[in-house]
């Protein structure tokens, strides 16, 4: 009640104090609240140790939220020394109790061989299990199992299926996904306008994917009028959150001068941001430069 503002004013502190009374009486929903009050820092100072002993004695009671919880931090390393097998155990636990959360991260643990060997059938198992209980996250796992071909037929038409259901709960990255599928024609007719209505959604939500694409849509004015500043506008938001691809494309931008606004200096900065990142486009492109006496992008 105090933690949510049910029927009494919001109050972490009143919250900490009622749920540490039940836990210290070994009740493990309290354990669990509790110790996400830690973890989170609300009502009290925050503290991935404690966070972490409250977790495990709900966990040992077979709490699955705890479970699953306990399983993050050995994931992360969070309190406690990272332990990738430890994690996919406690995962393990509370997925087997349907916990839809715990079964996608088990099935993305088997799907990245991380805490076992890489199996593509059992990823898919557990992946299947939280995407039939409604859980978003693995309906866009088990369209991009279906997309690339992993341990299933490859399906361009079913994997549109799980990216839509995932999409319609509001997922970004399922959005984005079945943005691309219509912006290429995959599993689908290819439909521009659709593509950048759900790219746009992605895009809101923050996907730094979904803001590179759409950005690209304004670029080559697909179903919307040919912009290079609003282009420049979406490349830049996913930019400033690390995204690889879309720095390189603010850097594109800024060298040729599609903005009006022609700045060599800026264009090496962001193509060194993206050649940083992996991006390798953008090394490609600086040696260029550099080849062609540009000394800044030598450095």
């Known amino acids: 009640m105090y933690a949510r503002g049910q029927l009494v004013a919001q109050d972490d502190v009143q919250a900490v104090f009622w749920w540490r009374k039940a836990a210290e009486q070994g009740h493990a929903e309290a354990e669990y609240n509790l110790a996400d009050m830690y973890f989170m820092g609300r009502g009290v100072t925050q503290d991935d140790s404690r966070a972490l002993q409250w977790f495990r004695k709900a966990a040992e009671q077979g709490y699955a939220d705890a479970e699953n919880a306990l399983a993050n931090m050995y994931a992360s390393g969070r309190g406690v020394s990272k332990d990738d097998a430890l994690a996919l155990e406690w995962f393990r636990r509370a997925a087997e109790q349907g916990n839809a959360t ?3 991260n088990l099935g993305i643990g088997y799907a990245l061989g991380r805490g076992t060997a890489r199996d593509d059938a059992v990823a898919v198992e557990w992946f ?5 209980l409604g859980y978003a996250a693995a309906q866009n796992n088990l369209g991009m199992m279906y997309q690339q071909g992993r341990a299933l037929p490859k399906d361009d038409g079913l994997a549109l299926q799980w990216f839509r259901k995932a999409a319609e709960q509001g997922y970004a990255d399922a959005q984005n996904n079945l943005g691309i599928g219509y912006a290429l024609g995959r599993g689908t007719a290819r439909d521009d306008a659709v593509a950048v209505e759900w790219f746009r959604k992605a895009a809101n939500l923050g996907s730094a ?12 004015g697909r179903a919307l009028p040919k912009d290079d500043g609003l282009a420049l506008q979406w490349f830049r938001r996913a930019a400033e959150q690390g995204y690889a ?9 800024y060298e040729s001068g599609g903005t009006a606004v022609k700045d060599e200096n800026q264009a090496i900065m962001w193509f060194k941001k993206a050649a940083e990142g992996g991006y390798s486009q953008a090394r490609d492109h600086l040696q260029v430069m550099c080849d062609d006496g540009v000394s800044a992008a030598c450095s």
């Not at 299947?128 to 039939?132: E, F, G």
Request: proline share 0%.
């Open 102 to 104: 715990a079964q996608n």
């Open 128 to 132: 299947r299990k939280a995407a039939n």
């Open 209 to 220: 994917a979904a803001q590179n694409n759409l950005g690209t849509m304004y670029q080559q």
């Open 245 to 253: 691809s879309a720095q390189y494309n603010v850097g594109l931008i």
